[in-house]
């Protein structure tokens, strides 16, 4: 019988404690309606070494500033002492299917609770006509700012972020920390927790 040698023992140990902090992160779901798959988790896991913005939950992401939609410059740091809310969507989301309107949603959300928190969209995904993508985006009559933030040939994403699961609703506080990172439309979870926070008066 082979045995292992002191060193060994601790390397195997090691891999292994390593191995089961990666199946509770594998299967430990921060969502709403849908469930994150094994591979997005996975995306995420990768993607938060990489990203600049660090939105997964429990984050502190770091400040950025880009382009929006309608020409004007976001700054994140104009939200520092604030709750404040980021939308992150592919760009399927700008048409209505048959079974969820996003555009409509997220309007409904702020035109109840954009005076008391600041909203932004991040629009993901691929376009090789960032015009027409602009323009796709505009035509989708959103009521608060959006950062198109698709890639292709001609364009690099505005926003080095790391959100996998969409459509994703994350709250940010005013410590500028990620304490809410849901993912799934058509829910009132988000909506309630915004509830709460209004009537607490912690806005």
């Known amino acids: 019988m082979k045995i292992m040698t002191v060193n060994q ?5 090691k891999k292994f404690i390593t191995l089961i902090l990666l199946l509770i992160t594998l299967f430990g779901c921060n969502g709403e309606s849908q469930e994150k798959t094994k591979e997005e988790k996975m995306k ?7 990203a600049d913005v ?15 939609v309608d020409g004007s410059l976001f700054k994140s740091s104009e939200n520092k002492g604030k ?9 399927s989301y700008l048409k209505k299917s048959e079974s969820y309107d996003l555009v409509a949603e997220l309007n409904a959300t702020h035109q109840k609770y954009g005076s008391q928190f600041p909203m932004i969209g991040i629009v993901n995904g691929f376009s090789d006509d960032p015009a027409k993508m602009t323009k796709s985006i505009a035509e989708a009559k959103f009521n608060f700012k959006q950062i198109d933030n698709t890639q292709g040939p001609e364009k690099e994403e505005e926003v080095n972020e790391n959100v996998y699961c969409t459509p994703a609703k994350i709250l940010i506080d005013p410590a500028g920390k990620v304490v809410y990172n849901g993912c799934g439309g058509k829910t009132e979870t988000f909506n309630v927790l915004l509830d709460s926070l209004v009537r607490s008066n912690k806005m």
């Open 9 to 13: 023992n601790a390397l195997f140990m």
């Open 83 to 91: 709750y404040w809310i980021i939308f992150v969507y592919q760009n």
């Open 44 to 50: 995420e896991i990768i993607a938060a070494n990489k």
């Open 54 to 68: 660090d939105l997964l939950m429990g984050s502190t992401p770091k400040e950025f500033s880009a382009k929006t």
